[in-house]
């Protein structure tokens, strides 16, 4: 698939959802859509086959879809990164604010590789927060998130601020209405 692929035919923008005045940017489409989603996966074995990597941390639940084949490709660990309650065992979590309340992610300690580099991936940045929390996670664990991949990004909820200091990659961007 050439890299000119264009991957905005491919994404579903959904008017009023979840609620009026936003527009919701469906990566479910993407997914449906094979040679959209390889596009995908080959562009982020390209932007990270020659990176030192030990682990790919991925935000549940899409950023698992985009992350397992990268690791799949590149031959590295998955660390899941799921809601509260959702992983068996003993977890390490971290708590963070949204627009109107807190929630809260865990992932298995023992997963993160101590003083490892990882990858955070997901399917969609908005405002930073969850990926955010991840990074703070994977210190508290002894890892370096060493930067973070989606496939969309929305830097005009500007996710840069409280992503100060971990490099952002995306396919494509949105800049609001």
Request: hydrophobic share 40%; glycine share 10%.
């Amino acid at each position: 698939m050439p890299d000119g692929f264009n991957l905005d035919d491919a994404i579903r923008k959904v008017p009023d959802f979840p609620k009026p005045g936003i527009l919701f940017y469906d990566i479910t489409s993407v997914l449906a859509n094979p040679d959209a989603f390889r596009y995908c996966i080959d562009q982020m074995v390209k932007l990270y086959k020659n990176e030192r990597l030990d682990a790919v941390a991925a935000i549940e639940s899409r950023g698992f879809v985009f992350a397992a084949p990268l690791c799949d490709r590149l031959g590295l660990p998955l660390i899941l990164v799921r809601k509260k309650g959702k992983l068996p065992g003993r977890t390490i979590g971290k708590k963070y604010a949204l627009e109107y309340g807190e929630a809260e992610i865990e992932m298995h300690g023992e997963d993160i590789p101590k003083g490892g580099r990882v990858l955070i991936v997901d399917d969609l940045i908005a405002t930073g927060g969850t990926v955010r929390a991840t990074a703070d996670l994977l210190r508290e664990g002894g890892a370096e998130p060493i930067g973070v991949f989606a496939v969309i990004g929305l830097p005009f909820l500007d996710y840069a601020t409280p992503l100060a200091g971990l490099p952002a990659r995306t396919l494509i961007e949105y800049y609001g209405e």
